[in-house]
T-cell receptor, first 117, second 114 residues
Framework: AQSVAQPEDQVNVAEGNPLTVKCTYS??????LFWYVQYPNRGLQFLLK??????LVKGSYGFEAEFNKSQTSFHLKKPSALVSDSALYFC???????????????FGTGTQLKVEL | KAGVTQTPRYLIKTRGQQVTLSCSPI?????VSWYQQTPGQGLQFLFE???????NKGNFPGRFSGRQFSNSRSEMNVSTLELGDSALYLC?????????????FGSGTRLTVV
C-alpha cells in the first residue's frame, strides 16, 4: 500500500521569507511524487513532479522540491514567499512499479500555507 | 490547448436521486481518473480508465460507477444519493498508461445532496 503524510495542517510564513511544506511517503516500488496546489473552489494545479533523475526538482511559480530517498521525503520549498502563494498544498505519490495496473494517486491531507505581509 | 473540462460545475440533488458527471480530458490523453474530495476524508481515489477499460477502483460502494468512451471522455454515475456524497468530484487526465508526464486536473464538479 502507498501512503503520504503531511505533518503540518498549516504553515505560516512572512512574505519574502523562505517556505517549506513537508511531505513524507511510503511506497513499495520506486515513487512517483507530485505536488499540487489548490485555491478556494478550484481544482488542483500541478506544481512539480519527481519520477527519476536529479533529486532537486524545479517547478512552477518558483517552487522546488528535494527528493530524499533515505528519509522518504519530498519537501516543497520556495526561497521567497509571496502573499499570492497562500493556498492549500497537496503532496501525492504513485507506486512506479504499477506499469499496467493503473494510475492511482494517493494524496496527503494537505497543508494550508498562509503568507502574511 | 484546452485543459480538462468537467461539467457541470455545480449540482444540487435530493437524497435518493442519481447523478452523472462528465469529464473531457486533454486532447490525446487516454487515461482518466476520478477523485472525491471532502473536508473529512480529503482526496480519495474513485477509479481510473484507460482506453475504455477500468484499470483500478477505490474503496467506494457499488453506487459509484463510471465509464470511458472511445474519444476518452469519461462519465461517473452515483445512484441512490446520500447526504455523505456531497463533495467536490475531480477528474484528472494523463497522456500515457504510467503517467510519466503527470496528471492534469479539471476544476471539479461540486455536488450538494440535500
Amino acid at each position: 500500500a502507498q501512503s503520504v503524510a503531511q505533518p503540518e495542517d498549516q504553515v505560516n510564513v512572512a512574505e519574502g521569507n523562505p517556505l517549506t511544506v513537508k511531505c513524507t511517503y511510503s511506497v513499495s516500488g520506486n515513487p512517483y511524487l507530485f505536488w499540487y496546489v489548490q485555491y478556494p473552489n478550484r481544482g488542483l494545479q500541478f506544481l512539480l513532479k519527481y519520477i527519476t533523475g536529479d533529486n532537486l526538482v524545479k517547478g512552477s511559480y518558483g517552487f522546488e522540491a528535494e527528493f530524499n530517498k533515505s528519509q522518504t521525503s519530498f519537501h516543497l520549498k520556495k526561497p521567497s514567499a509571496l502573499v499570492s502563494d497562500s493556498a492549500l498544498y497537496f503532496c501525492a505519490v504513485r507506486d512506479g512499479r504499477i506499469t499496467g495496473g493503473g494510475n492511482k494517486l494517493t494524496f496527503g491531507t494537505g497543508t494550508q500555507l498562509k503568507v502574511e505581509l | 490547448k484546452a485543459g480538462v473540462t468537467q461539467t457541470p460545475r455545480y449540482l444540487i440533488k435530493t437524497r435518493g436521486q442519481q447523478v452523472t458527471l462528465s469529464c473531457s480530458p486533454i486532447s490525446g490523453h487516454r487515461s482518466v481518473s476520478w477523485y472525491q474530495q471532502t473536508p473529512g476524508q480529503g482526496l480519495q481515489f474513485l477509479f481510473e480508465y484507460f482506453s475504455e477499460t477500468q484499470r483500478n477502483k477505490g474503496n467506494f460502494p457499488g453506487r459509484f460507477s463510471g465509464r470511458q468512451f472511445s474519444n476518452s471522455r469519461s462519465e461517473m454515475n452515483v445512484s441512490t444519493l446520500e447526504l455523505g456524497d456531497s463533495a467536490l468530484y475531480l477528474c484528472a487526465s494523463s497522456l500515457d498508461a504510467v503517467a510519466n508526464y503527470g496528471y492534469t486536473f479539471g476544476s471539479g464538479t461540486r455536488l450538494t445532496v440535500v
